[in-house]
């Protein structure tokens, strides 16, 4: 297994799908080579850090109509 | 990252404070989902006023479904799925073609493949040009320039590499819940999954400069 090879099959090595031989091959070449090593954990960084990415929300404006959109709804199931 | 209640309370629990008219319970759902519902919105009307429409949209159907809501699947995926297809009126009502039957091209290389070394030296399909140790901190990736190279690196994604990985890696999601909401085959979502991720991590490799030429590879053999 080559590192152009190991770079393809990143994603299918974390997802546990490689078949048993194919993961062997994969550990082995990882455990010999400190550059798809790296690679390995610039990719599992790369995940991480897009999971915690702080992202946009909507506007104080719109949550502010959601609110009252919300009494509301709640005003109206409660007296029927 | 909210901590909201919603994200800790068992969803039944939060279901019934909203039945009862608890309008903090909702405020903090509203806190905890709306930027991944935003997110996911962009996924099928760029534009940012009209995703936060349907996400509004998406909230009162919400409320109006409630009743309906059985606990078989969780509260988010519940929620998302309702954004999704909200989402996809709205862009079907602008004229806006969505993506997701979209197969994925299983010819991109994960790197370019100018940095390997070719089928005949000592090493063939070697790094020539390697990965670098990122000296950025973890916690520092999300600062600054390098948050943007990242948010950018994820915008120019084509659209099904972008639903996948916002969906798997943003939100969450497990794998079954993305093939499902995109319908698209579990393989498709994998291969697209990491063609996403190989190119926001080329990205921060980029904005890093974090390449360096493997000597010993390129020493005459």
Partial sequence: MSCKEVVELVTDYFE????????????????????????????????????RIDEVSISPAAKDSLLHAFRDWSAERQSS | MPTARAMVLPDAEVVAALKRGDDAAFAELVDAYSPGLMRMAQMFVRDRAVAEEVVQETWLAVLRGIDRFEGRSSLKTWIFRILINTA??????????????????????????????GPDGRFPGGWMLGPSEWQTPEDELLQGETRDAILEAIDRLPDTQRAVITMRDVEGFPPEEVTAALGISDGNQR???????????????????????????????
Avoid at chain 1, 23 to 51: K, P, S
Avoid at chain 2, 88 to 117: M, N, Q, W, Y
Avoid at chain 2, 195 to 209: D, P
Wanted: hydrophobic fraction near 40%; glycine fraction near 4%.
């Fill in chain 2, 191 to 221: 291969v697209l999954l990491h063609r996403a991720r190989s190119k926001v991590r080329a990205a921060i490799e980029a904005h890093l400069g974090a390449i360096e030429p493997n000597k010993f590879a390129l020493e005459p053999s």
């Fill in chain 1, 16 to 51: 546990g799908v490689l078949p048993a031989e194919d993961t062997r091959r994969f550990e082995q070449h990882i455990e010999d080579c400190v550059w798809c090593a790296r690679y390995l954990e610039q990719m599992r960084l790369t995940i991480n850090t897009v999971g």
């Fill in chain 2, 88 to 117: 996809k009126t709205r862009a079907r009502r602008e004229g806006r073609s969505i993506p997701f039957s979209a197969v994925a091209h299983d010819d991109e290389p994960s790197v370019d493949p100018d940095r390997f070394l």
